[in-house]
T-cell receptor
Framework: DAKTTQPTSMDCAEGRAANLPCNHS???????VYWYRQIHSQGPQYIIH???NNETNEMASLIITEDRKSSTLILPHATLRDTAVYYC????????????FGKGTTLSVSS | DTGVSQDPRHKITKRGQNVTFRCDPI?????LYWYRQTLGQGPEFLTY????????KSRLLSDRFSAERPKGSFSTLEIQRTEQGDSAMYLC????????????FGPGTRLTVL
């Protein structure tokens, strides 16, 4: 799986959009970009994933650059409950393989 | 609540004791994973089951660790002769099958070895 680079921490005001970047310059053509988050003392939670096209669901939007070397997770209206560690993971979409987590980005949302 | 449950949520034990954790995955999920997470780090993979078969084990899974998944339903992770370095959060995750790659995590079991 390709290596990812994320900022250690970010701050966001409640109600504003949170834009979390991830660099994955060595990503291969068949690797997906996944985002999970982990709220304090809970297990990781799946957010969204994508291959080439931008994706949106009820939680977030995922913007992948055309060269696929970086992506941005967007939380459109951050709330205090979005304070968490956000993990960007690049992986092949195949059965059996475990998730490889880095240290992620700690997002702090404040009022 | 993802539907994956773990028991106990917290365990405090003395060095040298054995401990066992249980994970109940989402009922129709045939794939089950165990991860370990220490403070300030992301979760690290330990082992993986497809139904009752243990298909992959990480080098992190020393001889003191054993995992089972009888009948392909719940799973147990046992640590024998615990050491202080075993103190961590132990996470279980399940996924439905090859058509989806999303893993659903339980709340974890926090182990403290004194």
């Amino acid at each position: 799986d390709a290596k990812t680079t994320q900022p250690t921490s970010m701050d966001c005001a409640e109600g504003r959009a949170a834009n979390l970047p991830c660099n994955h310059s060595t990503i291969s053509g068949n690797e997906y970009v996944y985002w999970y988050r982990q709220i304090h003392s809970q297990g990781p939670q799946y957010i969204i994933h994508g291959l080439k096209n931008n994706e949106t669901n009820e939680m977030a939007s995922l913007i992948i650059t055309e060269d696929r070397k970086s992506s941005t997770l967007i939380l459109p209206h951050a709330t205090l409950r979005d304070t968490a560690v956000y993990y960007c993971i690049v992986r092949y979409n195949q059965a059996g393989t475990a998730l490889i987590f880095g240290k992620g980005t700690t997002l702090s949302v404040s009022s | 609540d993802t539907g994956v449950s773990q028991d106990p949520r917290h365990k405090i034990t003395k060095r040298g004791q054995n401990v066992t954790f249980r994970c109940d995955p989402i009922s129709e999920h045939n794939r089950l994973y165990w991860y370990r997470q220490t403070l300030g780090q992301g979760p690290e993979f330990l082992t993986y089951f497809q139904n009752e078969a243990q298909l992959e084990k990480s080098r992190l899974l020393s001889d003191r660790f054993s995992a089972e998944r009888p009948k392909g339903s719940f799973s147990t992770l046992e640590i024998q002769r615990t050491e202080q370095g075993d103190s961590a959060m132990y996470l279980c995750a399940s996924r439905a099958g090859p058509s989806t790659d999303t893993q659903y995590f339980g709340p974890g079991t926090r182990l403290t070895v004194l």
